[in-house]
T-cell receptor
Framework: GEDVEQSLFLSVREGDSSVINCTYT??????LYWYKQEPGAGLQLLTY?????DMKQDQRLTVLLNKKDKHLSLRIADTQTGDSAIYFC????????????FGSGTRLSIRP | DAGITQSPRHKVTETGTPVTLRCHQT?????MYWYRQDPGHGLRLIHY???????DKGEVSDGYSVSRSKTEDFLLTLESATSSQTSVYFC?????????????FGEGSRLTVL
């Protein structure tokens, strides 16, 4: 079946790295995504990785994909207060925009 | 920002009444979606559309219907609202089928059913 799981909360100190983890069940996933939701707003795409890649880096963001274990992670370096948000992991099946499954979201809070 | 407008942004209604939420886009994108967001459940797909008059069910479609008579508008209707449909509803659009499948989201419509 299709399922995407992530922990609900993460608290990190400002300036430290944040690592948000996600597991998915469908091995036919083609793209995996990280979306960010700020309070009172819709989701915005942060980054994505194609399933034949192991890693993708984009400024402070690093995405790691372990396809064998069906594990995806998002690392945010030098976490800032503006990074406080809910982060959603999502997978796209069959290269189809009509079949994107979201996790429950991880709320990242930053402490001084 | 993608041109997506949801209306109303907030609505309080009573059990048994009909409710229609509207999503309007100015991007001429082919695909439009309705999701609901509930604590601990993330986003769950209700219905989606892949063209005018072409719609299909998502994972939580019971109690909901949709219509798309124009490219720019996608309506979500609750024929007889129930308290379990209290939620935040998000419309999303996508124009890149077969590529990255990136979704662009509206700002959400908060519905409370008393």
């Amino acid at each position: 079946g299709e399922d995407v799981e992530q922990s609900l909360f993460l608290s990190v100190r400002e300036g430290d790295s944040s690592v948000i983890n996600c597991t998915y069940t469908d091995s036919s996933s083609t793209y995996l995504y990280w979306y960010k939701q700020e309070p009172g707003a819709g989701l915005q795409l942060l980054t994505y990785i194609f399933s034949n890649m192991d890693m993708k880096q984009d400024q402070r963001l690093t995405v790691l994909l372990n396809k064998k274990d069906k594990h995806l992670s998002l690392r945010i370096a030098d976490t800032q207060t503006g990074d406080s948000a809910i982060y959603f992991c999502a997978e796209s099946l069959y290269s189809s925009a009509s079949k994107i499954i979201f996790g429950s979201g991880t709320r990242l809070s930053i402490r001084p | 920002d993608a041109g997506i407008t949801q209306s109303p942004r907030h609505k309080v209604t009573e059990t048994g009444t009909p409710v229609t939420l509207r999503c309007h886009q100015t991007e001429n994108h082919r695909y439009m979606y309705w999701y609901r967001q509930d604590p601990g459940h993330g986003l769950r797909l209700i219905h989606y559309s892949y063209g005018v008059k072409d719609t299909d069910k998502g994972e939580v479609s019971d109690g909901y219907s949709v219509s798309r008579s124009k490219t720019e508008d996608f309506l979500l209707t609750l024929e007889s609202a129930t308290s379990s449909q209290t939620s935040v509803y998000f419309c999303a659009i996508s124009g890149a089928e077969g590529v990255t499948g990136e979704l662009f989201f509206g700002e959400g419509s908060r519905l409370t059913v008393l």
